[in-house]
Every structure is written in structure tokens, then in C-alpha cells.
């Protein structure tokens, strides 16, 4: 399967269906996927985090990895606090300032740990807050503005009561349309 990535930014939604050879179908899987103007420069981005669980290999590197996964189907596709809670951060930093626009974050496919509010502050001086993450792969889209940044920090500053480990399965950090 393939597809083409469109001109304007939109939402993308992707689907698994199993049919049987009788015609009998079921929904397995559903992931959906922003894409925007000006592309992803979240992978080319130093990661660093007030802690990881790097043991189980969810480190903080796999928030811009890519893979908008996780627990249960792959664990060590995301990253994963030590215990963190409110408070736990993780920071993008670029070796050239970026133009950027637009975060996209992804919390953990995991019901127990849900982030419920958080900020993103850029080095510029900039704060935008962010409400609570959907924890079922739908894109969360943070509007930070066009703006020239080199680092942006994400912070956690609310959790579910059920919440043991805060963590993403992804960011997106778009830059802005040329």
C-alpha cells in the first residue's frame, strides 16, 4: 500500500481491515496521521528528557522516531518515563534554528497513563498550554505560531490519577508552509 502525501495539511486516517474468504470483515486497527506544509523536523532533532526508561529501550529518541506506536503492540517504540509524572519534560534541540508552526503530539496508547495538560515552550521565549492528549492515536495539534526557534521543551503539568509513567508515543514538529 502507498499513498500520496497532499498539498495542504490534513488528517489521515488509516484503517487495517481482515475479510475472510466468505466475506466477513473486522476492523483491527486505526491510526491517524497529520501531515502538514513544510514537513516533519522533529527527527532531526537532538532528544532529551528528565528521564527514560531506556532499560525497556524507551528511550527518549523514540518520541521522533517515526512510529506513532507503542504498548501493547511495541513497547519500545515510545518513549517512557521512569516513574515520571507532572513535571516530566522532554526537549527537541536543533543545530540550525527551525521555522516551525505547528507540535503534533501523540500520548501513549496506554489507558492507564494519559497526560491531561501540558505546555510547550520554545526557546524564543513562547508558551503555548495544551489540554488533554486523546489516547488512542489520534494527532494532538498544538498551535505554536510560525516562528524561528533552535529547541522547544514539552512539559507536563497534569495527569489521570491512574497515570504510573508519562510518556509519548510520538511529536511532530512541523515547519512552516514555504
Known amino acids: ?9 490534513q488528517t489521515l486516517g488509516f484503517e487495517l481491515v481482515v475479510r475472510t474468504d466468505k466475506g466477513l470483515s473486522s476492523s483491527a486497527v486505526r491510526v491517524e496521521l497529520m501531515t502538514a506544509q513544510g514537513g516533519n523536523v522533529a527527527g532531526s532533532a537532538a532528544v532529551t528528557a528528565s528521564s527514560e526508561a531506556a532499560s525497556n529501550g524507551q528511550a527518549a529518541q523514540k518520541a521522533v522516531d517515526g512510529a506513532i506506536t507503542g504498548y501493547p503492540g511495541d513497547a519500545a517504540a515510545e518513549w517512557v518515563t521512569a516513574g515520571g509524572k507532572q513535571g516530566s519534560w522532554l526537549t527537541l534541540t536543533w543545530d540550525a534554528p527551525q521555522t516551525v508552526s505547528e507540535v503534533f503530539l501523540y500520548d501513549r496508547f496506554n489507558s492507564n497513563d494519559q497526560i491531561t495538560g501540558g505546555r510547550v515552550d520554545c526557546d524564543d521565549g513562547s508558551s503555548t498550554d495544551f489540554g488533554e ?46
Open 1 to 9: 500500500m502507498s499513498f500520496v502525501v497532499p498539498d495542504e495539511a
Open 133 to 178: 492528549l486523546d489516547n488512542y492515536g489520534k494527532p494532538n495539534r498544538v498551535d505554536i505560531g510560525q516562528r524561528t526557534i533552535s529547541s522547544l521543551t514539552v512539559t507536563v503539568t497534569s495527569v489521570s490519577p491512574s497515570t504510573g509513567n508519562v510518556g509519548l508515543a510520538e511529536i511532530q514538529v512541523f515547519g512552516a508552509a514555504a
